[in-house]
């Protein structure tokens, strides 16, 4: 069963701060792995899209990693910001089809002051 | 303005009752999908469509139906409401191109059904 699992459930960190959200995933075939940034209200904006061939991608203090032999990704986010409390959801691409996306219940991360 | 536009944005309604909630997207995509989500959960994908003669089944499409009037505009119908389909419900849309599974999420609505 493709699945995609998220730890932790939330987070909660001093601004300025770092933090890393980790993401395991069994899906196959793989196609692809993203990083979405859901605030609340909101619906998810992607931020990073990494395929099997890449193992790091950034987007301003937003890095994440993948390792396809272990199935495993991470996001990283450097000095955190108020901005940056949302939910982070980690989102698998089974190729094949309409290259199905599946979701992880996504990481909770609260920035305080 | 907003790419995707959800409308209504909040909506209660009584068991029983048909209700539909409606999507535009002025980006130009070919492909929009409907998903909900729920606590605790992953997006689950009800409907999708790759153009205006196409329409697919997704994970949970039971209790649901859609219509896709135009390009444009992709409408979630529940035919007869349930309180388990208390939930947020996005509608995202994408090209058919190399970045055809970067999926750009309209505002969502939120559904109770009581």
Redesign the interface.
């Known amino acids: 069963k493709n699945q995609v699992e998220q730890s932790p459930q939330s987070l909660i960190i001093l601004e300025g701060k770092n933090c890393t959200l980790q993401c395991n995933y069994t899906v196959s075939p793989f196609s692809n792995l993203r990083w979405y940034k859901q605030d609340t209200g909101r619906g998810p904006v992607s931020l990073t899209i990494m395929t099997f061939s890449e193992n790091t991608k950034s987007n301003g203090r937003y890095t994440a990693t993948l390792d396809a032999d272990t199935k495993q990704s991470s996001l990283h986010i450097t000095a955190s910001q108020l901005s940056d409390s949302a939910s982070y959801i980690c989102v698998v691409g089974a190729s094949g089809g309409y290259n199905k996306l599946i979701f992880g219940a996504g990481t909770r991360l609260a920035v305080h002051p | 303005d907003a790419d ?1 536009t959800q409308t209504p944005r909040n909506r209660i309604t009584k068991t029983g009752k048909r209700i539909m909630l409606e999507c535009s997207q002025t980006k130009g995509h070919d492909r929009m999908y409907w998903y909900r989500q729920d606590p ?6 009800i409907y ?1 469509s ?1 153009d205006v003669k196409d329409i ?1 089944k997704g994970e949970i499409s039971d209790g649901y139906s859609v219509s896709r009037q135009a390009q444009a505009k992709f409408s979630l119908s529940l035919e007869s409401a349930i309180p388990n389909q208390t939930a947020l419900y ?1 509608c ?1 849309t994408s090209d058919a191109g190399p970045e ?9 609505t939120r559904l109770t059904v009581l």
Do not use: K
């Open positions: 995707v605790g959960l992953g997006l689950q994908l999708y790759f697919n996005f995202a055809r599974d970067t999926q750009y999420f309209g505002p969502g």
